[in-house]
């Protein structure tokens, strides 16, 4: 073993997609509809998609809140593992997806299929999402909306619609917009969570710390730079403020893929 091999990451992401990720039309012309579209290329991989998808359902997410849509792959990835969730149980339960009835012939409620709530800041990159979320079979706003707006616009708005009781709790956030923003993200995202057990996930933050000149030398002279405050640089980072955050525990986890050497925080709230 050898970090050398990271060249093989690509080749490998292409093996275990093939094998894992089952074939998705809605996802598929997602990437397509957005190449076409000059979009840049910066959705999730396949298997980022599918890990989100594992998570949420995992941690048994009603509602997920991301920031940051582009063309809508992750949206999707959300939305399918919300259906597919609210099918299961629906099915485990005796009772049916039908959620125009209170409740079904065997007196049991379904549960609510969840839903994603996206925050987009582009309007073109907005009324993309909804054409490739549509084309996906995805109903919006039912099962994914997407809210235009400068994330830290529109986070105080969802909170004041949470505080007036039209609007529930998340229990996931995604947040992947903007990097030098990501800690007030962040802090939203913790606060508009349901408490125990909500997941808030920072992707590309280790390309955020390297690119943001947190890190610097070469070979064994690298290392992280503690003295930026001194410097009058950019002040603490995310990981810095999420490690002193009581309100979570919280990891970053390293990642290497079709999606270059990057990694992501995610954190579960206490
Ligand atoms: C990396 S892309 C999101 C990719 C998407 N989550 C996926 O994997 O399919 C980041 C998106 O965040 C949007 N964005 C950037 N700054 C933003 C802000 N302040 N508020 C809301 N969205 C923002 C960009 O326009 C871009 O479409």
Same mark, same amino acid.
């Given at each position: ?23 998705? &039309? ?19 991989? &396949? ?64 549960? &609510? ?42 986070? &105080? ?37 349901? +408490? ?15 690119? +943001? ?9 690298? +290392? ?10 950019? +002040? ?35």
């Amino acid at each position: 073993m050898s970090i050398n091999n990271v060249h093989l990451a690509t080749t490998i992401d292409t093996h275990t997609e093939l094998h894992l990720v089952r074939p998705d &039309p809605g996802l598929t012309h997602t990437y397509s509809n957005s190449t076409a579209h000059n979009i840049p290329e910066i959705a999730v991989s &396949p298997s980022q998609g599918k890990f989100l998808s594992l998570l949420t359902t995992i941690s048994s997410a009603r509602n997920v809140l991301e920031i940051g849509t582009l063309g809508g792959y992750s949206s999707i990835c959300f939305a399918r593992a919300l259906k597919a969730a609210a099918h299961n149980h629906n099915h485990d339960n005796g009772t049916n997806d039908q959620e125009n009835e209170h409740k079904n012939t065997n007196g049991r409620s379904p549960r &609510p299929k969840g839903k994603v709530t996206s925050i987009e800041i582009d309007p073109a990159r907005r009324e993309l999402s909804i054409q490739n979320l549509t084309h996906a079979n995805v109903k919006v706003p039912e099962e994914a909306e997407v809210l235009l707006g400068a994330a830290l616009d529109v986070l &105080p708005r969802l909170g004041t619609e949470i505080e007036a009781g039209t609007r529930e709790r998340f229990d996931f956030v995604f947040v992947d917009a903007d990097w030098e923003r990501q800690w007030e993200y962040f802090d939203w995202g913790v606060k508009l969570c349901k +408490g125990r057990g909500s997941v808030v996930y920072v992707d590309n933050v280790v390309r955020a710390l390297i690119e +943001g000149g947190f890190v610097e030398g070469e070979g064994r002279g690298v +290392g992280f730079r503690e003295d930026r405050e001194k410097e009058g640089e950019r +002040g603490e980072g995310l990981v810095e403020k999420v490690g002193r955050d009581g309100r979570v525990e919280a990891v970053v986890m390293q990642t290497v893929g079709a999606k270059d050497y990057d990694g992501f925080l995610m954190a579960v709230v206490k």
